[in-house]
């Protein structure tokens, strides 16, 4: 029995040689790598300024989830020498949160195939478009002399979005808010209303440009069932440059029952014990399917 336990061992051993293999023969495939440095969105003369915050993109190769990775992205692909067929979705962080990455649908997806051999590199650079589906209620940018929001609700004849050039995101204009002391209360919508009809309650997003020494509140109001309702929907920290949010309407909106809607900003001095504060906001774009 051991001689012949021998021979076994030692002709696996040979055969081992022969097909230089090894008894823990471990080795990964290399491979491939799909490097995504930046995007960007393309915009026509109808939907405003071409201004985005996409923080990371959804690939898929053949089908299959690779990953969601944070931009600038250096994606691994195992390749089996066969041409491979990419699908790139443009992510987003809804309503600005940080932990979480969503797929922003508004967005088209971008598509491609490449041969791609093990260990090499390949960069590509994304440009986005809207979809032809995508809806857009608004644009606002305020670049002409006057703008949308300008339906008073704090009975405030004094404070009001003001339009400067000083300071723009995009363009030559944006809009400003300043309250003092004597006048610490805004809260304006815009002049007009929309048809809930015509918002089918798959994905409403409000996209904004803006930076604020004072929070701001952002929300609905709309007619549901012939009652007209308010919704706060999010709160916007201060920042003291320009920042872009997304903010999702969508579960307000997908009542067939409401009938129209608007879009209200809303802030107080009061509240937070300030003096003062300034509010900009530029690139206002209200779109859905």
Request: hydrophobic share 40%; charged share 20%; net charge negative.
């Amino acid at each position: 029995m051991r001689v012949k336990m021998a021979r076994y061992t030692i002709g696996f051993l040979f055969l081992c040689i022969l097909g230089s293999c090894s008894l823990t023969d471990d080795r990964q495939p290399v491979p491939a790598y799909l490097v995504i440095d930046n995007v960007d969105i393309a915009v026509t003369a109808d939907q405003g300024a071409p201004t985005h915050k996409i923080t990371d993109v959804w690939v898929y190769a053949d089908n299959q989830l690779l990953g969601v990775f944070e931009l600038p992205a250096n994606i691994p692909v195992i390749v089996n020498g066969e041409s491979t067929f990419f699908t790139v979705f443009p992510g987003f962080r809804n309503n600005g949160e940080r932990s979480r990455s969503f797929t922003y649908n508004m967005l088209e997806e971008q598509e491609f195939t490449v041969d791609l051999a093990p260990g090499e590199s390949i960069n590509r650079e994304f440009t986005f478009e809207y979809r032809d589906e995508a809806i857009f209620d608004f644009v606002e940018g305020f670049e002409g002399t006057s703008h949308i929001f300008t339906d008073d609700l704090d009975q405030d004849d004094m404070t009001f979005i003001d339009i400067t050039l000083d300071d723009p995101r995009s363009g030559l204009k944006s809009g400003i808010i300043q309250l003092t002391q004597d006048n610490p209360l805004f809260s304006a919508t815009t002049i007009f209303t929309y048809n809930g009809n015509e918002n089918i309650g798959r994905d409403s997003y409000l996209e904004m440009d803006y930076k604020n020494d004072i929070p701001i509140v952002l929300g609905l109001i709309l007619r549901q069932d012939g009652v007209l309702q308010s919704f706060p929907v999010i709160v916007l920290k201060p920042s003291d440059d320009w920042n872009k949010i997304y903010v999702d309407f969508t579960q307000q909106l997908t009542s067939p029952a409401i009938s129209e809607y608007k879009i209200y900003f809303s802030t107080d001095l009061t509240s937070i014990e300030a003096q003062e504060g300034t509010i900009q906001l530029d690139n206002l774009k209200f779109i859905h399917f």
